[in-house]
């Protein structure tokens, strides 16, 4: 689109977080961008809208933290000297020691680490660990939904639209929303809430902090981090109890409901509330209001999912438990309640991913480092996953990659141990590892390890994980490249935007780098050239190209495929489980060696749980939280987000603050049995008394870049003092960031 005096009007898709909401981005002279606005005609990606993060994204595709070109290092991991080298020369060096780690150890010595989700660097990655032979693809999606979606597709066979998507305005009548603050960290689900409510819905907000999510509730449920799963079952007491429950639903279409109500049983309200700090009449309101006020909408949330403890513990308990909820109120695959995603059909995603080698690839002979302690999240799962789902959707789940991340903690073991098989190369794509996952002290010692032999990075800036790399790698920036949005495989929903600009420098899109490596490993024939090649690959089954998609649609919503299925699909199909059923204690799960209950039990750390370590550490921590200035780790470096949110923050109630002698500001210092970091107090009535806050993610850019400060890893960050003890992590091998205990004294500036 032309507007004259050498402008044009370029509809791209925000990256600056994974929503890719919709922007007219004004560029001068083909190269210079001097203006963004909302893109109202963007049905899927706003319509509109666009959060503070969106302010600084000229700022970021100009700055000066960017990388630019290929780079080697060439003193020791840490030292921070690099020598510039072009881009064929950096990828013959990594695609010969990658052939070589192969030959010597096999494919499964490659891990590739991923970021929150970054759109083609994901999928375009996973395609190639697929070809290559390697199940160690983690990603942060492992800590942040990996939990709840398994659970989903283990009870019912699929996942919902839970998000806040699901809900329909004039049609939802009641929202809980459960584990996730939405005003913060899904700014489209929250307007859809907001929305739905403003046509009547009921809000129930579930969570122990006073956020600007909960400022919006009907009903506020403060409860004690980590007991999500005793609140749950103490709303199925009142459900089932009441004969509240569908009874049509639960007779045809629920296997072990029998089961449920004598496991139910002993949960009475009473009970609940001595353990969440909930009061029994608040179990009782919410769970009536639930069940009466149909269809109705319970969302996913990140929280419930990192509150750890293994096979019997309190993430199983909680996500499970929500599922159950989901089903016995009769809100599955109804519009308005709990649709489901549609399958990613249209993109023949799962075969162009290239899923179905990793299944039989020819030179794998082994799973992931974690498979014989969390085979939920394995190949040996996935395959079983793929079996129960096949009456329904014969390629198995579209995301499957939730189904095979392996767990941290194992990755490092792989390295330093070589246990249960030497892991010798690590590609890091958009992560930055040391900041995002627990334990931070061994990821930095795995990270720097000799038993290491490659770590290649790709990002858009250098970072404290990037800067122990021994190749480092300059990414375009979503300004930079067209864009397929695919849902990340959820959905059959998909969208075509296009790039604003060229590259700057010698950055390149994250397809390139990956076709370029296959290129030298003899996959050539596999990757076409370019990005939009590959678009017109997973295009095909639409009829059009990536360019006809942009011609015909620029002046339209130019977004296609569904969101969800049909209503009540299960009547036609069944449900994608072992039963064709929903399975109130999954057959699956049992068949891996799980106890398959929703069950409560306490988190690892707690003051139930552990009494004695609660007397020294009597402060309940909870941690990383996400906030609307940054995503995770990223833009620490735009001075315009540091302006508004300068420092990291320790929330803690004015009760508890007050005998610390803790003012409005102070710096504190929190310390767990890990150790301890700094942040900056805000004394917060909202909070619950005796939990405390965290920021997460934190890093400072503005600091060296050499050892021992890292860019100040070791300052702020949470995630080196959270627990890297794998008995403290779930039973899909998802870190333990919630429902930890901490003590907090005040700190010298």
């Not at 100009?62 to 950096?90: F, H, I, T």
């Not at 004690?224 to 459900?239: E, F, H, K």
């Not at 296009?498 to 296959?518: G, I, S, T």
């Amino acid at each position: 689109m032309t507007q004259g005096n050498n402008i044009e009007i370029k509809r791209a898709a925000c990256y600056q977080c994974w929503w890719q909401c919709g922007v007219k981005v004004h560029v001068k002279d083909k190269t210079d961008i001097i203006k963004m606005e909302g893109d109202k005609d963007n049905a899927l990606g706003g319509r509109g809208r666009l959060c503070v993060k969106n302010s600084a994204a000229i700022d970021f595709h100009q700055s000066p933290n960017r990388l630019n070109y290929p780079m080697k290092r060439v003193g020791k991991r840490g030292e921070y000297k690099w020598q510039r080298l072009s881009w064929d020369q950096a990828l013959d060096e990594i695609a010969d020691k990658l052939s070589a780690i192969k030959k010597a150890y096999g494919p499964e010595a490659l891990a590739i680490i991923g970021g929150t989700q970054h759109g083609v660097a994901d999928w375009a990655s996973w395609r190639f660990a697929n070809m290559f032979g390697t199940p160690n693809i983690f990603h942060q999606g492992k800590n942040c939904g990996e939990a709840e979606f398994l659970a989903m597709c283990l009870v019912y066979g699929y996942t919902t639209r839970s998000m806040g998507g699901g809900a329909r305005a004039g049609l939802t009548k009641c929202i809980i929303n459960w584990g996730a603050n939405l005003a913060e960290s899904g700014h489209l689900g929250f307007a859809n809430i907001i929305r739905t409510k403003e046509k009547g819905a009921k809000l129930v907000v579930i969570d122990p902090r006073r956020t600007k999510t909960v400022e919006q509730a009907d009903i506020w449920v403060q409860l004690r981090p980590g007991t999500d799963g005793a609140l749950a079952l103490g709303m199925m007491n009142v459900i089932i109890g009441e004969d509240l429950y569908d009874k049509d639903f639960v007779n045809k279409w629920c296997v072990g409901f029998d089961k449920l109500k004598e496991l139910a049983k002993s949960w009475t309200p009473q009970r609940v509330a001595e353990i969440t700090r909930v009061p029994a009449e608040t179990i009782i309101e919410v769970a009536r209001l639930y069940t009466k006020s149909k269809p109705a909408h319970l969302t996913w949330g990140v929280a419930t999912c990192q509150l750890g403890q293994g096979d019997k513990g309190a993430v199983k308990s909680a996500v499970l438990g929500k599922c159950i909820l989901r089903a016995i109120t009769g809100n599955l695959a109804v519009t308005g309640g709990e649709p489901f995603t549609d399958h990613p059909y249209i993109l023949n995603w799962i075969d162009n991913i290239k899923w179905d080698l990793l299944l039989d690839h020819p030179d794998r002979t082994r799973d992931n480092v974690s498979a014989a302690e969390y085979p939920v999240a394995s190949v040996k799962g996935y395959r079983m996953f793929r079996e129960a789902m096949a009456k329904v959707y014969p390629k198995g789940f579209g995301a499957a990659h939730y189904m095979v991340f392996p767990s941290s903690w194992a990755m490092w073991r792989a390295v330093l141990e070589g246990q249960p098989y030497p892991l010798k190369a690590i590609c890091t794509q958009g992560s930055n590892t040391l900041v995002n996952v627990s334990d931070t002290p061994k990821t930095y010692k795995a990270f720097k390890s000799p038993n290491l032999d490659l770590h290649f990075a790709m990002d858009l800036i250098m970072q404290p994980t990037a800067s122990l790399a021994d190749y480092v790698l300059p990414a375009a920036d979503w300004m930079e490249r067209p864009n397929l949005r695919t849902d990340w495989g959820f959905s059959n929903v998909y969208q075509c935007t296009e790039a604003a600009v060229e590259p700057l420098y010698e950055r390149r899109d994250d397809y390139w780098m990956w076709a370029q490596l296959a290129k030298r490993l003899g996959m050539e024939q596999e990757w076409p050239a370019t990005l939009e090649g590959m678009f017109d690959l997973l295009l095909k089954g639409t009829g059009l190209t990536f360019a006809q998609h942009l011609d015909k649609n620029l002046e339209a919503q130019f977004s296609f495929g569904s969101g969800t299925t049909e209503d009540r699909l299960y009547e036609r199909t069944g449900f994608a489980t072992s039963s064709g059923k929903v399975e109130l204690f999954p057959s699956l799960l049992e068949n891996l060696g799980y106890d398959p209950s929703c069950d409560y039990a306490e988190p690892p750390r707690s003051p139930d749980a552990t009494p004695e370590l609660a007397e020294e550490y009597p402060l309940i921590l909870i941690s990383g939280s996400r906030v609307k200035e940054f995503w995770h780790s990223s833009y620490r470096d735009m001075e315009k987000l540091r302006r508004i949110y300068p420092k990291p923050r320790l929330e803690i109630h004015p009760e508890n603050a007050q005998p610390l002698g803790i003012k409005d500001g102070d710096p504190v210092y929190i310390e767990t049995p890990e150790g301890k970091i700094k942040q900056w107090a805000k004394v917060d009535p909202g909070m619950m008394r005796g939990v405390v806050h965290a920021d997460g993610y934190w890093w400072f850019p503005e600091m060296p870049a050499t050892e021992p400060c890292l860019f100040g890893v070791w300052e702020s960050n949470i995630n080196s003092i959270t627990p890297g003890d794998p008995a403290t992590f779930d039973y899909a091998g998802d870190n333990n960031f919630r429902a930890l205990l901490c003590k907090v004294y005040k700190a010298e500036e």
